[in-house]
């Protein structure tokens, strides 16, 4: 019967060029595509058992993580990473003005803005920038207003047949966004351990004893970022990720550990990490 794959959509975004990758590199699989039209209802749609599987992107070179994904991860119960994703991301403005100082507007989703500011600020300082729930979402507008441009891939260009006026308008070269795959079922196992722990008590040493559990053991911690409860202000949550296979005896005796000094702990997958190709335009 195959596969559902929930990503967000419309097609043409980053996350679908991982989605199909994702699908490429499982040929015995049928993997059928769900776009969906906002991050939080990607993943509630495998929380709430819609589709098998989400993709959804974690953490970006120049934008940092996106933390509409860390915060559901904590609020859903039962998502498991099955692979982490690393794809080059390419952005273009595309527009049917005239010229760069015809442009009135540029839309495109909030990470995409982050990563080109600075070219924006120097080649579009007129410009309003207007967030959108995905890259692609605002492409309809371009038909109608000459004045407005989206930032979007390559990709979204020859999908939608909209011409490309400024190229590669990343702020730093080899830009690149991590997704996870997500899923219900635990993973079996990888290179890669991503958790998340609140503390009992903001006082000292409170995060120092968890991180120590990790530093005796020579464990190496490859990530760590706190995001707020959003309960009462300056009580975190703390994600971290770990350059481990969780098999390992010495590991589970630290998570076993950690469990004592985490309250809660969300152990949310171990995982392999893949570096894929840039997208192509097909």
């Known amino acids: 019967m195959g596969i559902s794959l929930a990503y967000l959509g419309p097609p043409g975004t980053n996350s679908e060029a991982a989605a199909l ?4 590199a499982n040929p015995g699989e049928e993997v059928l595509l769900c776009p969906y039209p906002d991050i939080a209802r ?18 970006n070179s120049i934008g940092g993580s996106v933390a509409i994904s860390l ?23 595309l527009s049917r003005a005239e010229s760069l100082e015809a442009i009135a507007k540029v839309y495109s989703h909030p990470q995409a803005i982050a990563q080109c500011q600075r070219w924006l600020e120097r080649s579009l300082p007129q410009a309003q920038l ?8 605002a492409l309809d507008y371009l038909d109608r207003d000459l004045t407005a441009a989206a930032i ?10 909209l011409p490309i006026l400024a190229g590669d308008i990343s702020d730093f070269p080899g830009n690149c966004t991590r997704f996870w795959v997500v899923g219900l079922q635990p993973s079996t196992g990888g290179s890669h351990i991503s958790l998340a722990f ?9 995060l120092v004893k968890p991180l120590q559990i990790f530093a005796k053991r020579s464990i190496n911690m490859s990530r760590i970022e706190s995001r707020p409860t959003k309960r009462l202000l300056g009580e975190y949550i703390f994600f971290i990720d770990l350059e481990v296979d969780a098999t390992q005896p010495h590991i589970q005796a630290a998570l076993a ?12 997958g ?8 840039p997208c192509s335009l097909t």
Do not use: C
């Not at 990758?21 to 490429?24: I, N, P, V």
């Open 71 to 93: 915060d559901l991860f904590w609020e859903l119960d039962g998502l498991q990473i099955q692979q982490a994703l690393i794809l080059p991301i390419a952005h273009v403005l």
């Open 257 to 268: 550990e950690l469990a004592e000094y985490a309250t809660p702990l969300k152990i949310f």
């Open 152 to 161: 979007a891939s390559p990709r979204a260009a020859h999908l939608y047949e």
């Open 21 to 24: 990758a994702y699908s490429e």
């Open 130 to 137: 207007v967030a959108m729930n995905s890259t692609t979402e």
């Open 42 to 59: 990607t993943l509630r749609s495998v929380a709430q058992g819609e589709a098998d599987l989400a993709i959804v992107p974690i953490e």
């Open 198 to 206: 609140g503390t009992a008590a903001n006082v000292p040493g409170a």
């Open 270 to 277: 171990n995982y392999d990490v893949v570096a894929l190709p």
